[in-house]
Antibody
Framework: VQLVESGGGLVQPGKSLKLSCSAS????????MHWIRQAPGKGLDWVAY???????VYADAVKGRFTISRDNAKNTLYLQLNSLKSEDTAIYYC?????????WGQGVMVTVSS | DVVLTQTPPTLLATIGQSVSISCRSS???????????LNWLLQRTGQSPQPLIY???KLESGVPNRFSGSGSGTDFTLKISGVEAEDLGVYYC?????????FGAGTKLELK
């Protein structure tokens, strides 16, 4: 199982960014997927979930600003980040949802600053 | 949201010492299906979290058996029987019995 995030970087407040998570080593279309983030020096916060049938759930802190999606043909998970705030600065991890836990990617850094 | 309270926030240990970390939940983590979805993770410096224990007490593949988990309902414990240098890092409990999934604030294990 391999999960590789990309698309991070430095972005100004109010702008947008799209993260990708390329999956391999398993049948991507059969699994729900999560995004979890970790602000610098802080703990872990769950961000969003998409089921294998593309149903979605969001944390209150990002609802209406972030959109999780998936392309099963490309084995890729996405997170569209809009109206970014400084408090969205974090490492963003994608994770495969297992009935008993997660498989984690290595993470990608997003920095929101002017 | 379910709040997971981990204690202590920092743990100082010598190599070979046995240590325990507590994780207390604001709600019971017993799911209606009979499972308790409480896991333990280790995050070494600069790395992504690594699963250690799932469903309270089951060891992930490849995790040494010096790690053990116990508990039920709202009180859970991770024990390391004989700390080794590779065990240093931040330990998190996490629950996914209830949405949204939540994490404890972490316990940093350091060498004394």
């Amino acid at each position: 199982v391999q999960l590789v995030e990309s698309g991070g970087g430095l972005v100004q407040p109010g702008k947008s960014l799209k993260l990708s998570c390329s999956a391999s080593g398993f049948t991507f279309s059969s699994y729900g997927m999560h995004w979890i983030r970790q602000a610098p020096g802080k703990g872990l916060d769950w961000v969003a979930y998409i089921s294998s049938s593309s149903g979605t759930v969001y944390a209150d802190a990002v609802k209406g600003r972030f959109t999780i999606s998936r392309d099963n043909a490309k084995n890729t998970l996405y997170l569209q980040l809009n109206s970014l705030k400084s408090e969205d600065t974090a490492i963003y991890y994608c994770a495969r949802s297992l009935y008993y836990g997660y498989n984690w990617g290595q993470g990608v850094m997003v920095t929101v600053s002017s | 949201d379910v709040v997971l309270t981990q204690t202590p926030p920092t743990l100082l240990a010598t190599i070979g010492q046995s240590v325990s970390i507590s994780c207390r939940s604001s709600q019971s983590l017993l799911h209606s299906n009979g499972n308790t979805y409480l896991n333990w993770l280790l995050q070494r410096t600069g790395q992504s979290p690594q699963p250690l224990i799932y469903l309270v007490s089951k060891l992930e593949s490849g995790v040494p058996n010096r790690f053990s988990g116990s508990g039920s309902g709202t009180d859970f414990t991770l024990k390391i029987s004989g700390v080794e240098a590779e065990d240093l890092g931040v330990y998190y409990c996490m629950q996914f019995t209830h949405y949204p999934n939540t994490f404890g604030a972490g316990t940093k294990l350091e060498l004394k």
